[in-house]
């Protein structure tokens, strides 16, 4: 699970940093991808799991890179 999550974390890192004159868009297409699926979410229990599961995948991977 750690290895999926970190290689989660490094192709999101990968196609923002693909091309630099396009950097942001890939950002704010991330970002409008997370914000649409959170809209879809119908239970706030749903929300907040989401959400909790994916600050500790990124904690993982921060303390992964860390090591």
């Not at 699970?1 to 991330?30: E, P, Q």
């Not at 600050?55 to 890179?65: D, G, K, M, P, Q």
């Amino acid at each position: 699970m750690l290895i999926v999550g970190f290689l989660l974390i490094l192709i999101i890192i990968g196609c923002m940093f693909h091309s630099r004159a396009n950097k942001y868009d890939y950002t704010l297409n991330s970002l409008k991808v997370v914000k649409n699926s959170i809209n879809q979410l119908n239970t706030k229990l749903t929300l907040i799991l989401t959400i909790s599961l994916l600050l500790f995948w990124l904690i993982v991977a921060e303390i992964y890179l860390l090591i």
